[in-house]
């Protein structure tokens, strides 16, 4: 803030404030004076609200800021982004805020008393200049409330598919974890195989002495055929059902990564 013509004392708050805070180089990055020193520009409305509004004005609503601002006279001069002008608010030189006044609001009924005595209806200028002002002011206010609403939409969306996400990954862990154990089962099943097949081969070579009837429940192991049957079955009965859980996971986790894509 220029140390020459310090605001005085007289000053709303608001305009003092504001205009501290616009001459605050610290925050250009946020808000500053524009190229011109007779407007200043929000760069960045969230950091706006959330960083120097409760510095200076003890709140975080961006819109009631624009109200002030347009209760005051101010006005929005690019519609590409937040930029505000008024004659008297100009860098370098405070002294002229006292020139800047709150605007009293127009009421309908004072515009029903004057209509009533039978005065003029026609406007002058300032009086047209004015309800142009309160126009521009409504629009503002408008946009800057679609603003953030479009804002918080954003923001439950981003929240709703990171819970998604979330769900996603633990699903896709269970997976892994389920399949690890089905290999590790399988790979059990797969080395007793040869185990087997080796003693197999080792009872059919039996010596002279031995009768064939001795032989044969050599190959068998000391088992019936019938028992080495539900053996196997049992054997393929659990593989069987271990692939079928395992399908059912993965089919509920396509399903959700589906519901998450649409």
């Known amino acids: 803030m220029d140390e020459g013509h310090?605001?005085?004392?007289?000053?709303?708050?608001?305009?003092s404030k504001t205009y501290e805070m616009v001459d605050d180089s610290s925050s250009d990055a946020i808000v500053s004076w524009?190229?011109?020193n007779k407007s200043f520009i929000v760069w960045d409305q969230a950091l706006f609200a959330r960083d120097l509004l409760p510095r200076f004005f003890k709140h975080n609503n961006f819109s009631s800021f624009i109200r002030q601002l347009n209760t005051y006279g101010f006005r929005k001069i690019?519609?590409?982004?937040?930029?505000?002008?008024?004659?008297?608010?100009?860098?370098?030189q405070s002294h002229l805020l006292k020139n800047i006044?709150?605007?009293?609001?127009?009421?309908?009924?004072?515009?029903?008393?004057?209509?009533?005595?039978?005065?003029?209806t026609s406007l002058s200028e300032s009086e047209r200049q004015g309800y142009r002002d309160e126009a521009q002011r409504l629009k503002d206010d408008i946009q800057s409330l679609h603003?953030?609403?479009?804002?918080q939409r954003e923001e439950s969306e981003i929240h709703s598919l990171r819970e998604r996400l979330q769900r996603m990954e633990?699903?896709?862990?269970s997976l892994i974890s389920y399949v690890a154990q089905v290999l590790q089962k399988l790979?059990?099943?797969?080395?007793?195989v040869p185990q087997t097949e080796n003693h197999d081969r080792k009872r059919r070579f039996v010596g002279p002495d031995h009768s064939l009837e001795q032989a044969n429940r050599g190959d068998n192991g000391g088992a019936s055929p019938q028992t080495l049957h539900k053996g196997s079955h049992d054997s393929n009965s659990a593989l069987a059902l271990e692939l079928e859980m395992?399908?059912?996971?993965?089919?509920?986790t396509r399903g959700g990564r589906t519901s998450c894509t649409m």
């Open 34 to 36: 524009s190229t011109s």
């Open 78 to 92: 690019d519609p590409e982004q937040w930029e505000f002008a008024n004659d008297d608010f100009v860098r370098g």
């Open 147 to 151: 603003s953030e609403s479009q804002q």
């Open 246 to 252: 395992l399908e059912k996971l993965e089919l509920s």
């Open 101 to 120: 006044h709150r605007r009293k609001p127009v009421h309908s009924h004072s515009w029903n008393n004057v209509h009533g005595q039978g005065y003029s």
């Open 6 to 15: 310090s605001a005085p004392n007289s000053l709303p708050p608001f305009l």
């Open 170 to 173: 633990l699903q896709h862990h």
């Open 187 to 192: 790979g059990l099943a797969l080395n007793l």
